[in-house]
């Protein structure tokens, strides 16, 4: 069991968390690019209500974060899925592996963790779908919010001034030119995402949103993986020990459970058939050598 990784129920648990991590970030959307900037500003042009311009609209942004926490629905059923497969797998070759005399016992083992994995996912998938519904109201209590939206507007601001620089005509031995055709470019940037407009708060917004999901995603990740491990996990042991503790008052299941399979008897018979032989001929190749 030390060496077969596929026997430790934690380790195989760890992968499926890592893939369900991984299907998440699968579902961020493209905040940086044009299009979704402009699809934004059409929504917030959409959902205005009574904000001022040049305020966020905070209807746009509860509505498109409740749409992307949706798409978190899936990766919750299979992780769920997962991890049950990986339970009852992970049973079932500990069972073959330590009790391979009885098939009897492997086969009640077997239907026990089956059923007690059914119960405790139906009470982890409760707790999931709290966890989704509470993502779905934006909400945080995280410091480094803040600094999300900083860095991101950092990032934006140096991609802005490596793209002037890229687009420049001058060369650097007229440095006054190519200062003044930097200075243009980069005025041109900002009124273009600090102005009063639709494309401007879309801008501003779209990091703020890219900000908000990347601190939303940890945290449903976090605490969906600690859902599971708790609900499912964590009660696997003492759920299979209850269940199975259930049969020592009938004895004829238990003489069933402890009977030895038909196929291991005879092994046995068979080999305790052939000591015996080789016994008999050691005896007689003994008596042979004392009397020569």
């Known amino acids: 069991m030390v060496r077969n990784a596929e026997l430790r129920l934690f380790a195989q648990a760890v992968l499926k968390f890592e893939e369900f991590q991984q299907q998440v970030q699968e579902t961020a959307p493209k905040f940086?690019?044009?299009?979704?900037?402009?699809?934004?500003?059409?929504?917030?042009?959409?959902?205005?209500?009574?904000?001022?311009?040049?305020?966020?609209?905070?209807?746009?942004?509860?509505?498109?974060?409740?749409?992307?926490?949706?798409?978190?629905?899936?990766?919750?059923?299979?992780?769920?899925?997962?991890?049950?497969?990986?339970?009852?797998?992970?049973?079932?070759?500990?069972?073959?592996?330590?009790?391979?005399?009885?098939?009897?016992?492997?086969?009640?083992?077997?239907?026990?963790?089956?059923?007690?994995?059914?119960?405790?996912?139906?009470?982890?998938?409760?707790?999931?779908?709290?966890?989704?519904?509470?993502?779905?109201?934006?909400?945080?209590?995280?410091?480094?919010?803040?600094?999300?939206?900083?860095?991101?507007?950092?990032?934006?601001?140096?991609?802005?001034?490596?793209?002037?620089?890229?687009?420049?005509?001058?060369?650097?031995?007229?440095?006054?030119?190519?200062?003044?055709?930097i200075?243009?470019?980069?005025?041109?940037?900002?009124?273009?995402?600090?102005?009063?407009?639709?494309?401007?708060?879309?801008q501003e917004m779209a990091g703020i949103m890219e900000a908000y999901w990347n601190l939303s995603a940890k945290r449903f990740v976090d605490n969906c993986c600690m859902t599971v491990d708790k609900d499912i996990l964590g009660t696997l042991p003492d759920a299979i020990q209850d269940q199975m503790f259930q049969f020592i008052k009938e004895d004829d299941r238990l003489k069933l459970f402890f009977t030895e399979s038909p196929e291991l008897v005879a092994k046995k018979q068979d080999l305790d058939s052939k000591r015996e032989r080789l016994s008999r001929a050691a005896e007689k190749l003994a008596a042979i050598a004392s009397v020569a």
């Open 183 to 202: 200075y243009m470019s980069m005025r041109q940037w900002y009124r273009s995402t600090h102005a009063i407009s639709a494309k401007a708060s879309a």
């Open 32 to 181: 940086r690019e044009d299009e979704y900037v402009d699809a934004l500003a059409l929504q917030i042009e959409e959902f205005r209500g009574r904000e001022l311009p040049g305020f966020m609209s905070s209807q746009a942004f509860y509505m498109c974060m409740s749409q992307y926490v949706d798409r978190w629905q899936e990766p919750i059923t299979a992780l769920v899925t997962e991890v049950r497969n990986v339970a009852l797998d992970v049973a079932v070759g500990l069972s073959s592996t330590l009790l391979q005399p009885y098939p009897s016992l492997q086969q009640a083992i077997r239907e026990v963790v089956a059923t007690v994995l059914d119960d405790s996912i139906r009470h982890a998938q409760d707790h999931l779908q709290d966890q989704l519904s509470r993502e779905k109201d934006p909400f945080t209590l995280n410091d480094f919010l803040q600094q999300w939206v900083n860095k991101l507007r950092y990032d934006r601001f140096s991609t802005a001034v490596e793209r002037a620089f890229e687009d420049a005509k001058h060369p650097p031995s007229n440095w006054g030119a190519l200062k003044d055709e």
